[in-house]
């Protein structure tokens, strides 16, 4: 079997190049990872959980008409993607207050905002993702005003589908980060949703108890990272409640 070739490891993820051009393979890693890698733990069986819970996420964003760069499942930990020119911003989307947010307003954690939140995050972990303006992005190029427009739309149309989904299983969409990419089919060029959204890249709370089942759990010392993750899989009926708390993995259950 000829070894792959590895395009680039991140912190918990490594991409590979796929087997037609164009195509990128995304292998979902163990490693858990907090304040720009300062902390970090290899949690057994966390790349299976965020690999099906983002696959599941984008085939039903893919089903809306929400443009991404999902192609399909390959196996447990690795989905076969389009290759894109990412577009260097992290866009997070806030329904309530948590994490940096609370830190810079002096907000009480989970207040509900008024409105939806849309705030940009300049991609460099050496900088610590600064957060920036829309005036940043297009005075340095990162993205043009059509595109932060469409970026946005996209954003908060991906915003509203995913409070539904997780509301109907009694789970809170605190907030979210998303990146977005460029792709160009023949002359024409479009926006689509890339990287992953998971436990992982979202905050969520039990709408009843308030618990976390997010990677809240491992920046604060809670523990249970991988119970809160398998709850939430099971929750949206990816892995069957006798799987959770076992020795040998989550069981799949697939589409």
Same mark, same amino acid.
């Given at each position: 079997?000829?070894?792959?070739?590895?395009?680039?490891?991140?912190?918990?993820?490594?991409?590979?190049?796929?087997?037609?051009?164009?195509?990128?393979?995304?292998?979902?890693?163990?490693?858990?990872?907090?304040?720009?890698?300062?902390?970090?733990?290899?949690?057994?069986?966390?790349?299976?959980?965020?690999?099906?819970?983002?696959?599941?996420?984008?085939?039903?964003?893919?089903?809306?008409?929400?443009?991404?760069?999902?192609?399909?499942?390959?196996?447990?930990?690795?989905?076969?993607?389009?290759?894109?020119?990412?577009?260097?911003?992290?866009?997070?989307?806030?329904?309530?207050?948590?994490?940096?947010?609370?830190?810079?307003?002096?907000?009480?954690?989970?207040?509900?905002?008024?409105?939806?939140?849309?705030?940009?995050?300049?991609?460099? !972990?050496?900088?610590?993702?600064?957060?920036?303006?829309? !005036?940043?992005?297009?005075?340095?190029?990162?993205?043009?005003?059509?595109?932060?427009? &469409?970026?946005?739309?996209?954003?908060?149309?991906?915003?509203?589908?995913? $409070?539904?989904?997780?509301?109907?299983?009694?789970?809170?969409?605190? !907030?979210?980060?998303?990146?977005?990419?460029?792709?160009? &089919?023949?002359?024409?060029?479009?926006?689509?949703?890339?990287?992953?959204?998971?436990?992982?890249? $979202?905050?969520?709370?039990?709408?009843?108890?308030?618990?976390?089942?997010?990677?809240?759990?491992?920046?604060? !010392?809670?523990?249970?990272?991988?119970?809160?993750?398998?709850?939430?899989?099971?929750?949206?009926?990816?892995?069957?409640?006798?799987?959770?708390?076992?020795?040998?993995?989550?069981?799949?259950?697939?589409?």
């Amino acid at each position: 079997m000829s070894q792959r070739k590895k395009l680039y490891e991140g912190k918990a993820k490594i991409l590979y190049q796929g087997p037609e051009p164009g195509t990128i393979i995304q292998h979902f890693k163990d490693d858990a990872t907090a304040f720009n890698a300062q902390k970090h733990e290899v949690i057994e069986g966390k790349g299976v959980l965020n690999n099906r819970i983002s696959e599941h996420i984008f085939i039903q964003l893919d089903n809306l008409g929400i443009p991404t760069h999902f192609i399909k499942a390959l196996n447990m930990r690795e989905q076969l993607v389009q290759e894109v020119d990412v577009i260097p911003i992290e866009v997070v989307v806030r329904n309530f207050a948590a994490g940096s947010l609370v830190k810079r307003l002096g907000l009480e954690e989970g207040t509900h905002l008024p409105r939806t939140l849309v705030e940009y995050y300049y991609k460099d !972990d050496e900088l610590g993702d600064p957060m920036i303006s829309e !005036d940043h992005i297009t005075t340095f190029g990162w993205a043009t005003p059509q595109e932060i427009e &469409e970026i946005s739309g996209l954003a908060l149309r991906i915003n509203d589908f995913m $409070c539904g989904m997780f509301s109907a299983v009694g789970i809170r969409l605190v !907030d979210f980060k998303l990146e977005f990419g460029r792709v160009w &089919e023949e002359e024409a060029m479009r926006i689509v949703l890339a990287d992953e959204i998971s436990p992982d890249n $979202c905050r969520l709370w039990d709408v009843k108890t308030g618990d976390k089942l997010d990677k809240d759990r491992f920046r604060q !010392d809670l523990g249970g990272l991988l119970n809160a993750y398998q709850e939430v899989a099971a929750r949206l009926g990816l892995i069957t409640r006798e799987s959770q708390g076992g020795t040998s993995g989550p069981v799949l259950i697939k589409n």
